[in-house]
């Protein structure tokens, strides 16, 4: 599996206030919506809404890229200048997430899909 781009998470104070705005936005209303996450599904692409976002460190959107093995792209991103900010971690049925800073101090988040996905 190539890398893909497909989710960006963006961090919200005020889920109401955000909800109301994104969903104007796509003019749909979201397909997963939960204090803790609210997604859209817009054209194949995951937009989320993190809830408390800025407490976790989320300074801004932050896009996220499907790998086929997380360990090794950490390696590669590492080899290339990156730092890693958040170790790989199942955020529920598998799916595992990472983080890097770039050499320009942007966040690049990576996913590896469940094995059986």
Known sequence: MP??????????KDLD???????ALFGAEPHVDSPYYV?????????????????????GPEPFYDVEDITAMLAT????????????RDVGAGLLVAKVRD???????????????
């Open 103 to 117: 050499t320009e101090g942007n966040i690049i988040g990576v996913k590896q899909p469940p094995a059986n996905a």
């Open 77 to 88: 991103l590492r080899a290339a200048g990156a730092t890693v900010v958040q170790e790989p």
């Open 3 to 12: 890398t893909h781009f497909n989710t960006v998470l963006y961090p919200v």
């Open 17 to 23: 206030k955000a909800k109301a705005t994104f969903s």
């Open 39 to 59: 997604g859209y599904s817009v054209e194949g692409h995951e937009i989320g809404l993190v809830p408390n976002g800025h407490d976790q460190g989320m300074a």
